[in-house]
């Protein structure tokens, strides 16, 4: 994540039916919808290991962002309500913050007042359908003090050193000797003694982009998923990596999702114009699209989700001018559809919500995101995603066992040509797609095809003609869904 906000304060799903898909615009919503939290708790479906349901067996899609950190004071209820409004139900939060970190007096001890704060959070998501992933450390160094000038990149925690009251001489000291890690898990089994059957926790995460800890990230996190799963045995278990904007991130991004207590498979990645690969540079969701495409390639057979994505200055320097120029929320919208319909379990989850979404009041995208979804169960589907080869669109494509869904982008719409050339989006007319690329086996009689605009909030039923079938006209984007009569 960025490094410039690091140190900011920072529904349940209506059911979709887990066995079978609802035409659009019916009245059961999508993932997404807000509902009040029951007992159910979210787990790696056993349909399909590369999604998520509930506990009850209904589809469950995580569809939010990357809250972290408490709003300014008194705005918290606000921002809870609005995500349940827009249909969020879904964001992530690290635990030591200021408003809410319990370990704030002296190293290892833990404040049951202070958790009083965390416990208001959760009663505000509990009833409006909002499951909160529970991130719980993200320093990454021990030092005496904080340096002046800041040390690039240290984000020290000078509680824990031994000039402090503390037990540890560094972040090695912390990570590697027997009390440091007897003195997390001491701390992991406090949160679970107050939380472990919490309805309204998405999952646990140690530790925030692990591997840019000044310190053996590896060994350390082998121990610690598996005392994780221990402890929270009704929660998903996770850890993070930094953002994937490098060849040699690749093999360790391979080392987490080979451990077997890595429930989730999470990347993290940017638009980042000072990332050393070029794909960081170009039109969003092609970088997001590539994340999740780089985790697939690893065979392994568990969710993935693109949770932390943004724009940013080079090097992650803050958040990208880009926000402010972006009176559409195009950034927003590619980063929530290009993961999802590249085959992740869920959109990308958003860093910097303030300038992606809430000061240019761009909510209205995750309703958007539901809409094209709605009445989908993933796992029902087994949806596996397909290329398809298009001269005016980027085409990502989920062929399920009954629905096949695709994202249609425009090929020359992107950040660079909008925001930056300040190019309007041109207007698709009667561009044409074959169905018998999505479809190969299927008659193109028994083909029903509606059409979804984000960007207008508009479904339309389309008729075939033969294999063909022309799109009404769009600008950017645009949601087909084709139904196989003969599979319903």
Not at 163 to 189: C, H, I, P, V, W
Not at 402 to 429: F, I
Request: proline share 8%; net charge neutral.
């Amino acid at each position: 994540m960025p490094r410039s906000t690091r140190r900011q304060f920072l529904r349940q799903l209506a059911c979709a039916g887990a066995a079978g898909v609802l035409a659009p615009g019916a009245s059961r919503l999508a993932a997404g919808a807000a509902a009040s939290l029951a007992g159910e708790l979210v787990r790696v479906s056993p349909r399909d290991s590369r999604y998520f349901e509930l506990t009850d067996g209904q589809p469950y899609i995580p569809v939010g962002f990357n809250l972290v950190g408490p709003p300014e004071a008194g705005d918290l209820e606000r921002v809870v309500d609005t995500m349940a409004e827009h249909g969020v139900n879904y964001c992530r939060i690290w635990l030591d913050q200021p408003l809410w970190s319990v370990e704030q007096a002296k190293s290892g001890e833990y404040d049951p007042q202070k958790a009083g704060h965390l416990d208001r959070f959760l009663e505000l998501c509990r009833p409006r359908g909002i499951r909160v992933k529970m991130c719980v450390e993200w320093f990454r160094s021990i030092m005496p003090k904080m340096p002046s000038p800041p040390v690039k990149g240290a984000f020290p925690k000078p509680l824990h050193h031994i000039d402090n009251g503390g037990y540890y001489r560094d972040m090695t000291d912390f990570l590697t000797s027997e009390r440091g890690r007897a003195q997390f898990k001491q701390k992991l089994k406090w949160y679970a003694d107050r939380y472990g059957d919490e309805p309204a926790v998405f999952a646990w995460e140690l530790w925030n982009e692990m591997n840019a800890v000044r310190g053996p990230w590896y060994p350390w996190t082998q121990e610690m998923l598996p005392e994780l799963q221990r402890l929270f045995s009704k929660n998903l278990a996770v850890q993070s990596l930094g953002s994937f904007d490098r060849d040699r991130a690749r093999d360790q991004y391979r080392q987490l999702c080979e451990l077997p207590d890595n429930d989730v498979l999470q990347v993290h990645r940017y638009l980042d114009l000072g990332a050393d690969l070029k794909v960081c540079h170009g039109p969003v969701d092609v970088l997001a699209a590539d994340s999740v495409a780089e985790l697939r390639a690893f065979g392994i057979r568990k969710p993935i989700i693109l949770t932390e994505t943004g724009a940013v200055k080079p090097r992650h320097t803050g958040a990208s001018e880009l926000y402010a120029k972006d009176r559409h929320g195009t950034l927003l919208h590619d980063m929530l559809f290009a993961p999802f319909f590249a085959g992740a379990a869920g959109p990308g989850h958003v860093w910097f919500w303030r300038e992606a979404i809430d000061r240019p009041n761009h909510w209205h995208h995750f309703q958007r995101f539901n809409r094209a979804v709605e009445g989908i169960d993933p796992a029902s589907e087994s949806f596996e995603p397909i290329a398809v080869d298009h001269p005016q669109l980027r085409i990502y494509a989920l062929r399920g066992k009954r629905t096949l869904l695709a994202w249609c982008r425009d090929r020359q719409n992107d950040w660079r040509s909008e925001l930056e050339q300040g190019t309007p989006p041109r207007t698709l007319a009667g561009v044409e797609l074959d169905l018998e690329v999505f479809q190969p086996s299927a008659d193109p009689g028994k083909l029903a095809v509606d059409v979804y605009d984000p960007w207008q909030d508009r479904w339309v039923a389309v008729r075939p003609a033969g294999s063909k079938v022309a799109l009404p006209g769009f600008q950017r984007s645009l949601i087909v869904r084709v139904a196989d009569a003969a599979k319903q």
